[in-house]
């Protein structure tokens, strides 16, 4: 079987997609959040252009998306190969190189992509009215629309959790979207 039909098994598969999708989720929440705090932070610090928000985003981006993969990558690794020392140890055989341990690798390449991408999109989406600052935003009508960007995108996240756990959508949206309204009015009463 082609490595793209066994990743395509591998989306289909409820066990490996409900996990890739707590991580995606639970780390975009961290992202977003990082984000908020981050954009509000340097509206109230007086950073004087929007671009040196995008870069200090851009490097919180990049430590949070590497924590994210590289735990996950590490977290999977360790719990699927105590799994397939369990199985091994209750069939007498060898499980290299076979069919179980091939899917749990992909599964785990499946979770650490979906972990590193959730805090990549709740970081990088808030920041983008920064880069028109100066020419359509002023940096604080940025910071206005980064936090609603942000807002948005935890309200997405809780949407969609509602939805697939038979909850009301818009219930589960308004909680999410709270908590990124609560890191910006934290940031704003913070003393200077």
Do not use: C
């Not at 707590?22 to 929007?50: E, H, K, Q």
């Not at 190969?81 to 069919?99: G, K």
């Not at 959790?161 to 908590?179: E, H, P, T």
């Amino acid at each position: 079987m082609s490595s793209s039909n066994r990743f395509l098994r591998l989306l289909r598969d409820e066990d490996v997609v409900s996990i890739a999708r707590r991580y995606f989720v639970s780390n975009g929440f961290d992202g977003t959040l990082t984000s908020i705090g981050v954009i509000v932070g340097a509206v109230l610090s007086g950073v004087p252009d929007g671009l040196t928000v995008v870069k200090i985003g851009v490097g919180a981006a990049v430590g949070l998306g590497t924590s994210a993969v590289w735990s996950v990558w590490e977290i999977e690794r360790a719990e699927t190969r105590a799994e397939i020392l369990r199985l091994e140890r209750s069939m007498l055989v060898d499980l290299d190189d076979t069919q179980v341990e091939r899917k749990q690798r992909g599964a785990r390449l499946v979770h650490a992509t979906m972990s590193g991408l959730g805090p990549l999109i709740g970081i990088l989406v808030p920041l983008v009215p920064f880069l028109f600052e100066g020419s359509v935003f002023s940096m604080a009508e940025a910071g206005v629309a980064g936090v609603a960007l942000g807002t948005g995108i935890l309200a997405a996240f809780g949407a969609y959790m509602g939805s697939i756990s038979g909850q009301r959508w818009y219930v589960s949206a308004l909680r999410m979207a709270l908590a990124g309204l609560v890191v910006a009015v934290i940031n704003v009463l913070l003393p200077n």
